[in-house]
């Protein structure tokens, strides 16, 4: 029977996925857990029918542990995606459900939906190699295959990491000598057995670490757009500090945060961590001077607006004729005109000259 291989998963973070591509792959993802889920049953029961079932327990209890995380994944996707009636926003947040990290505990909390997936089928090939292959029914030769195969994956899995390769060469020289071993007609059954175990592990290990190498490439990239973005920023807003300070009395004082001071954005997570929180800061720290700067501007701008505003209902209801309602429109148009202007005493001259402005009483008993 061919087995149902981990569905390609469509898409990439923070992007709103296709409907087509979504229902196809959410329909293959239903499709492999059932059948994963019937194949995981069936190793448990061969498992403990072993001669030392205890020897599979970890690796069945993670298999079992990483199926649950994206059995729960899955529903939590269900309803969102509604029977494809998800729209562009519902569509992005599925994005992050299938990229983002898993909520599990037992280390699918490092890894994505996709990545768990993909970690679960390389847990359910290794038990079912070392349980088809036992010592009393393997066939030796197929069991050196199927370490050599895993090896291979590992090596693609560590890339250009230094430390991973070197961890996958020794693992391939004790295989080596293993082989080498049998050949010459020795019982290779016990290394064989712990070999296959730790190269399990070091498969599990270097796709969890290829996980979290890619999530720290993500937020070292998104670090750097925000820096670029807050350094982008700085130009206009020293300029409206600039103008503030020429046509406001009494500006704030504020000053301008120096984004290139935080210095370049580093490699490490600890570091990056850290140096995302204190971008963080500095972003708070420009919107602080922007709102503050903006708003004596915006105010006398307003000011400007609305005292134009009275002295067309000043010449709408005849107000205008007063000589005190005249002085107070010049007397308010000075303040607001003024360079720099005191926003506040340019406030109190329209709120004074909007009074001035106000529509006389009827007297009672007039004909209207």
Known sequence: M????????????????????????????????????????????????????????????????LWQAIRSRADEIRPV???????????????????????????????????AVKLCDALVVQLRTRLSFDPHTADQVARLRGVRAELVRCEDLAGSDADARGRVETLRGRL???????????????????????VARAERDLIVASAQRR???????????????????????RELVARCRREIAHPPRLAVPDVSRLGPVPDSRFELDAYAARLATVARAVETVEDAYTKPLRERAELRYSLDRLAERAEANGRSASPTVRAGLVEAREAVEATPCDVTLARFLVEQYQFLTRDLPTPEGASS
């Not at 981990?6 to 409907?19: M, T, V």
């Not at 080596?176 to 730790?198: I, K």
């Open 81 to 115: 995606w509604d029977s494809g009636r998800a729209d562009a926003v519902a569509r992005e947040r599925i994005s992050q459900l299938v990229w983002g990290r898993l909520d599990s505990g037992s280390g699918a909390a490092l890894v994505s939906l996709v990545e």
């Open 2 to 65: 061919t087995r149902t291989p981990a569905p390609e998963a469509p898409g990439r973070l923070g992007e709103a996925i296709p409907a087509a591509d979504l229902l196809a792959y959410l329909a293959a993802l239903e499709t492999w857990l059932d059948e994963r889920r019937t194949e995981l049953d069936r190793l448990d029961a061969a498992a403990q029918s072993a001669a030392t079932p205890d020897a599979y327990t970890s690796d069945l209890v993670l298999a079992l542990t």
């Open 215 to 237: 999530e720290l490439r993500r937020d070292r990239a998104r670090t750097q757009e925000q820096r670029a973005a807050l350094e982008a920023r700085e130009p206009a807003l």
């Open 176 to 198: 080596d000598h293993l082989v080498a071993q049998a050949a010459r007609g020795a019982d290779v059954s016990g290394p064989l057995a712990e070999l296959e175990t730790e």
